[in-house]
């Protein structure tokens, strides 16, 4: 596809959300390879503020961008619009220090973009082409990015709340889409925080017009534009806080309970992986480091000497191990997994049962030869002792699973493993086997 920018200038105006200051907001067109450009109009001398992640200096509730002591806050609407339309190259000016919020969504930036006219220019779109996941873990906030010939956003939120509740929602993103299923989701807030956030010298322009309020039991609102409004709102909102690496994403992203500091944490993930710069007329891709030692064990040679087979096949590589000592293997989790259909299909989340059977499998290799070959045992798991679950495992996560013999017998042994993601510890669990001679 070729980059696009606006065919003529055009403005709206309205209040800011947090700041409740009138402003004005023109866009302008802009050249091939110029990106996404930021000025404030009421500021002498302003400088250039270019819509990038490494330009974000503020993400309490909305995406703050800035250089020095000039900012502009709440853009992540506007970076959503241009996401959405597919628009890579744009002057923005503002003469306040917040973008207007409207109704809460994103159509008032949108329309406004497409009063103007979207046109194409003479030069190829720069991607970013995800051909390595990446992850990110906070708390109970995952986002991870996995390989796509598009980009396809998934999303999961939770609120302890009748009204919101668990939503799940799954969207190809191209410009229709964006128009009828993202842009009108509106942003919301909770009236309890009403208060706290007032205090805290934020949403000085909100009200019912510009954003949805849930109460103690219902919305304020007269009705929701989607039963499940609240979870699109959050896909718009990622959506405008990812366009600032600089380029269009071709990737599958994953996230649970999302949120602006997060998005941001996320993106600059993603920039240590894909270089957020231009270099010979595109982004710089991800190179994988060549591969100087082959596993010990692919999984062909695993299937060899474990009996599991689809869908119980839990393990997908044998990086390295030692026989009777110790044995490192990966599995790698995908929202493709039989077992997501039923847990749970709104907030996918690996059954613990199913980590420790991933364990017992890498665990099981230890009792095999120095080249993995069958030898006529199989080991049986007898027992289980001091389990612990430390961290969910959702879709998106590789589990590197580590296990080292404790004692071995001619009929049982006793193993300790670990299941971790990230580095992070997600369980553990001593494992006794009952170890079987076979007919071969």
């Known amino acids: 596809m070729k980059q696009r920018t606006i065919a003529k ?18 866009f302008k067109p802009a050249p091939v390879d110029s990106g996404i450009v930021f000025y404030r109009t009421d500021i002498e001398d302003s400088p250039a503020i270019p819509a990038l992640v490494n330009n974000v200096v503020g993400v309490s509730r909305g995406t703050t961008l800035g250089i020095g002591d000039v900012n502009i806050h709440t853009v992540e609407h506007a970076m959503s619009s241009l996401a959405g339309l597919g ?28 009063k103007a006219g979207v046109v194409e220019l003479d030069k190829e779109k720069h991607y970013i082409t995800v051909d390595h ?40 993103i191209n410009e229709e889409t964006f128009k009828n299923e993202i842009a009108p989701a509106r942003t919301f807030c909770f009236l309890s925080e009403v208060k706290m956030l007032q205090e805290a010298g934020l949403i000085r322009g909100g009200s019912l017009e510009s954003a949805v309020v849930i109460g103690d039991d219902a919305i304020l609102n007269d009705t929701l534009r989607f039963p499940d409004e609240f979870v699109r709102h959050k896909i718009l909102d990622l959506l405008g806080d990812t366009y600032l690496l600089g380029a269009p994403l071709k990737g599958h992203i994953i996230g649970v309970k999302c949120g602006h500091e997060k998005n941001v944490m996320f993106s600059k993930q993603i920039q240590k992986v894909y270089a957020n710069g231009r270099s010979d007329g595109g982004i710089r891709a991800y190179h994988p480091k060549v591969r100087r030692i082959p596993p010990a064990l692919d999984v062909n040679k695993i299937m060899k000497i474990l009996p599991h087979r689809y869908p119980f096949l839990l393990v997908d590589r044998i990086l390295s191990f030692e026989p009777l000592k110790h044995v490192t293997g990966i599995k790698n989790v995908t929202v493709n997994e039989p077992f997501f259909q039923g847990h749970w299909p709104d907030v996918p989340v690996m059954p613990g049962v199913l980590i420790l059977e991933a364990m017992t499998q890498v665990g099981a290799v230890l009792i095999f030869g120095d080249n993995g070959e069958p030898n006529g045992r199989l080991a049986f798991l007898v027992n ?3 389990a612990n679950f430390c961290d969910t495992v959702v879709p998106g996560d590789q589990l590197t699973i580590k296990a080292e013999m404790l004692y071995f017998q001619h009929d049982s042994c006793k193993v300790k493993a670990y299941a971790l993601v990230d580095d992070t510890v997600a369980a553990e669990a001593v494992m006794t086997f009952g170890l079987m001679h076979i007919e071969e």
């Open 384 to 386: 289980i002792e001091n």
């Open 9 to 26: 200038e055009t403005s709206y105006n309205g209040i800011g959300l947090h700041t409740g200051n009138l402003t004005t907001v023109t």
């Open 87 to 114: 628009i890579d190259n744009i002057i923005i000016e503002v003469d306040a220090d917040e973008i207007p919020n409207g109704d809460g969504s994103a159509l008032p930036v949108m329309n406004t973009l497409l």
């Open 133 to 172: 996941p990446v992850y990110y873990r906070k708390d109970d906030v995952t986002l991870s990015i996995l390989p796509s010939d598009e980009l396809r956003v998934t999303m999961t939120i939770a609120y302890d709340h009748p009204t919101v509740g668990t939503q799940y929602a799954s969207f190809t």
